[in-house]
């Protein structure tokens, strides 16, 4: 099997584990969640933060997002074009429109190239232990934040928000994938080295 191959079957499986999750279970991680998301930006007093929309059976952030643009923190999502992506501020009342992947993203307000932003909540099909991160499979977060390699200091601080069942005992790193700095669960924030 190729290195390729194993990805998409573990992205396979690992999407399966998510979508498994029951509502009840669902709605109780997603709180939990969200709790981190903003203990982590009170402590750290990010003030531009790129969140994004659940997808495919994601953690659902918006009790986190809403809040966030309450405390006037600038919100932004991901917008797709080709193989490029950059990012839009969000606010409730935004417009919004399907991609071709059909999520949505904001139409028409201010764009924020990545290396503007202090904080980005990276959604991910799966993690494990040393940071690594297994994503959709398009490389749009790899190429936008390709930036990072070798920056462990620099911002944006890159954390994962998943599920603690899409922690993986291991995953296959290629030279591209850019590491993540945390990860946020229902079980909590936590750092990787
Ligand atoms: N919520 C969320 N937004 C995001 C991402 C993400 O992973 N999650 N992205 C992270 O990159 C970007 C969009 N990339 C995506 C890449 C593939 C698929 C997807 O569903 N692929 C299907 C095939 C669909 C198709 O080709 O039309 C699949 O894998 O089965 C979705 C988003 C930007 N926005
Ligand atoms: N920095 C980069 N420059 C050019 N191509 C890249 C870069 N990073 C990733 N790619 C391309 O993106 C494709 C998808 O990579 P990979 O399977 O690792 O995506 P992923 O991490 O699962 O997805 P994503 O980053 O979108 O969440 C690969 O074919 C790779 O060639």
Known sequence: MTAS?????QRRELIRRRLALDEGQ??????AISGAVRRLVDELDFGIIAG??????EPDL??????????????????????DMHFRRWRPDAAMKANRFGIPEPVGSEGFAPAQIDLVLMPLVGFAADGARLGMGAGFYDRAFAFRHGRPDDL??????AYAVQEA?????DDWDV???GIITEQGLRWFE
């Open 5 to 9: 191959e194993r990805k998409e079957e």
């Open 26 to 31: 669902r709605e109780r991680a997603d709180a």
């Open 52 to 57: 994004f929309v659940a997808h495919r059976g």
């Open 62 to 83: 918006s009790a986190a997002l809403s809040w966030l643009d309450e405390e006037d923190r600038a919100v932004l999502l991901p917008v797709v074009r080709d193989l």
């Open 156 to 161: 944006p601080r890159l954390v994962g928000v």
């Open 169 to 173: 005992e291991s995953l296959p790193v």
């Open 179 to 181: 590491p993540l700095d």
